[in-house]
């Protein structure tokens, strides 16, 4: 199984972890940064 591996590797799961928060991080400030644009242009027309 996969989870006896990271057990035994905790720095693996931790690794796994970081790579996770950090994609989900970029895909919220993308989100964030189409949002404020669509909203400007908005105000504009």
Known sequence: MIL???WTH???LVACLVNVYFVVW???MCCLM???VLSAVEKRS
């Open 26 to 28: 970029v895909v919220v």
């Open 4 to 6: 006896n591996r990271w």
């Open 10 to 12: 905790p720095c693996e």
């Open 34 to 36: 189409i949002l404020s």
